[in-house]
C-alpha cells in the first residue's frame, strides 16, 4: 500500500500497527506534489495552443514552468496537465523513522536533472546515521527547495521537524 503524501508519520504508525502480513508499505519520498490535474494542458493553454495540436510544447519545460506569488514566492508548478507543488517534497531526514515503522519502498519521483546522483544519496541515507552532509547534498540539487510538511504534521510546504504532539 502507499501512504498519501497528505498523511504525516502518526497517522502511518497507526497504520502499520494494523498492517497485514505480507503487505509492502510505500512512502513517496521524494518529488514535486502532484496538487490537481486538468483536462488541458496548461502548457499548450498559455501559448495559445489548440488542446488539440499542442505541438507537444511541454517538452520546452521538462522540469515545469514554476509559479510565483505577487510576493515572488515560489508557489506551483504547471507541468502539462498537472499541478504541482513548487518544492520538492522529501523526506530524507525521516528515514530513520520510516525505517523504523516498517517501510519497505521509497519512491523517487525523477527530475530533469541528477536524478542520478538523488538516488545515490537515498541510498546512503539508508545506511548511516549522519544525515546533515547528505541532506545539505540533496537541497543542493532541487530545483526550488525541500518540504516536508505534511509528512511531520505541519503545512505541506513547511519544511523541518515533526511538531511536538
Not at 43 to 61: E, V
Request: glycine share 6%; charged share 20%; net charge negative.
Amino acid at each position: 500500500w502507499v501512504l498519501p503524501v497528505e498523511l504525516g508519520l502518526e497517522t502511518l504508525q497507526d497504520l502499520q500497527a494494523q498492517r497485514p502480513a505480507g503487505v509492502e508499505t510505500e512512502v513517496f519520498a521524494l518529488g514535486r506534489l502532484p496538487l490537481a490535474y486538468s483536462a488541458r494542458c496548461y502548457t499548450a493553454r498559455s501559448l495559445n495552443l489548440p488542446k488539440d495540436d499542442c505541438q507537444f510544447k511541454c517538452i520546452d519545460y521538462p522540469d515545469g514552468r514554476l509559479l510565483k506569488t505577487r510576493e515572488k514566492q515560489d508557489f506551483l508548478v504547471l507541468n502539462g496537465i498537472q499541478t504541482q507543488s513548487a518544492l520538492t517534497h522529501q523526506v530524507l531526514d525521516q528515514i530513520p523513522e520510516l525505517k523504523g515503522l516498517g517501510v519497505d519502498i521509497l519512491r523517487i519521483s525523477p527530475q530533469f536533472n541528477d536524478t542520478i546522483k538523488i538516488i545515490d544519496i537515498f541510498h546512503k541515507a539508508l545506511f548511516t546515521n549522519d544525515l546533515t552532509s547528505l541532506h545539505d547534498n540533496l537541497t543542493e540539487l532541487l530545483p526550488v527547495g525541500p518540504c516536508n510538511g505534511y509528512l511531520v504534521e505541519r503545512a505541506g510546504m513547511d519544511h523541518g521537524p515533526q511538531q511536538a504532539a
